[in-house]
T-cell receptor
Framework: NAGVMQNPRHLVRRRGQEARLRCSPM?????VYWYRQLPEEGLKFMVY????????ESGMPKERFSAEFPKEGPSILRIQQVVRGDSAAYFC?????????????FGPGTRLTVT | QKEVEQDPGPLSVPEGAIVSLNCTYS??????FMWYRQYSRKGPELLMY????GNKEDGRFTAQVDKSSKYISLFIRDSQPSDSATYLC?????????????FGQGTTLQVKP
């Protein structure tokens, strides 16, 4: 049973380009969370999605960042016009529904480097 | 004041020692308490998951929650070099929380052979 899958694992973008990060949740999980880990900082929540719905985006920067979780296919975190400060590890987590929704299982992360 | 405080360490212990890792939190409404282990350049791995107060044991690991003091702990018995990693506490729950996890900064642990 595959865990949470993220791709690409490493992504290099020049300033001003777009970055697209993908996340496939564990089988049977319908909740997806995105977190960002900046160097020397802890994990920070960005956004929580269910299929076709954004539930909580309180941690998302107001500009350039967007996320979706379509009916079919992976969840995507999109960063437009990247800047050096976007360089970080981006982790996706998924959880089951119901009373176990707080059990979040993380993927291996995508390490974004902006040059 | 941060919602979750965790001493970043580093913490260095000899193999076989008992390790105590701790976090404090500020909002008494939180109900779910997690410990994650993260090896260098890997994703966090869920170790323990506790709802409300009390103890939970899993092999060499014991998680404790004291809601009256807003204090959570992870104990590792008979520590091994393979336990060397960063340990992250995380909390969630409460009426205004949608399920997002709020993480401590993480404590780096080194177990020396």
């Amino acid at each position: 049973n595959a865990g949470v899958m993220q791709n690409p694992r490493h992504l290099v973008r020049r300033r001003g380009q777009e970055a697209r990060l993908r996340c496939s949740p564990m089988k049977g999980h319908s909740h997806v969370y995105w977190y960002r880990q900046l160097p020397e900082e802890g994990l920070k929540f960005m956004v929580y999605l269910q299929k076709e719905n954004i539930i909580d985006e309180s941690g998302m920067p107001k500009e350039r960042f967007s996320a979706e979780f379509p009916k079919e296919g992976p969840s995507i975190l999109r960063i437009q016009q990247v800047v050096r400060g976007d360089s970080a590890a981006y982790f996706c987590a998924s959880s089951p529904t119901g009373t176990r929704s707080y059990e979040q299982y993380f993927g291996p992360g995508t390490r974004l480097t902006v040059t | 004041q941060k919602e979750v405080e965790q001493d970043p360490g580093p913490l260095s212990v000899p193999e076989g020692a008992i390790v105590s890792l701790n976090c404090t939190y500020s909002n008494s409404a939180f109900q779910y308490f997690m410990w994650y282990r993260q090896y260098s350049r890997k994703g966090p791995e869920l170790l323990m998951y506790t709802y409300s107060s009390g103890n939970k044991e899993d092999g060499r690991f014991t998680a404790q929650v004291d809601k009256s003091s807003k204090y959570i702990s992870l104990f590792i018995r008979d520590s091994q070099p393979s336990d060397s990693a960063t340990y992250l506490c995380a909390i969630s729950g409460g009426s205004s929380n949608t399920g997002k996890l709020i993480f401590g900064q993480g404590t780096t642990l080194q177990v020396k052979p």
